[in-house]
Nanobody, 125 residues
Framework: QVQLVESGGGLVQAGGSLRLSCAAS????????MGWFRQTPGKEREFVAA????????YYADSVKGRFTVSRDWAKNTVYLQMISLEPEDTAVYYC??????????????????WGQGTQVTVSS
């Protein structure tokens, strides 16, 4: 089992920045990759970014490239999502997720095995 706890969400004005954290505990060595997703009411969970736990290679949705950066800290078993130039369209509940097995299909939410509880990000215009 892997437990994930997100933090760092909040209310920010358009153009501002936030950094989300995802602290992992439990069998973290079994994770191949960590992903960030977001969801708004009535919509499916949307891929935002992912990082290979071992190599650090990163992947991004086109909508956030150049604005969001995903990183990990091995010593702290924590993954971060740095978000800059935030837009009202970025408003959502953000979830981190852990994927065991391969690092393929990282944009597919149903390929992830463990999820955090989510943290709300609200960007005002």
């Amino acid at each position: 089992q892997v437990q994930l706890v997100e933090s760092g969400g909040g209310l920010v004005q358009a153009g501002g920045s936030l950094r989300l954290s995802c602290a992992a505990s439990g069998r973290t060595f079994s994770s191949a990759a960590m992903g960030w997703f977001r969801q708004t009411p009535g919509k499916e969970r949307e891929f935002v970014a992912a990082i290979s736990w071992s190599s650090g290679v990163t992947y991004y949705a086109d909508s956030v490239k150049g604005r969001f950066t995903v990183s990990r800290d091995w010593a702290k078993n924590t993954v971060y999502l740095q978000m800059i130039s935030l837009e009202p369209e970025d408003t959502a509940v953000y979830y981190c997720a852990a994927k065991t097995g391969s690092i393929y299909m990282l944009a597919a939410a149903d390929r992830y095995d463990y999820w955090g509880q989510g943290t709300q990000v609200t960007v005002s215009s």
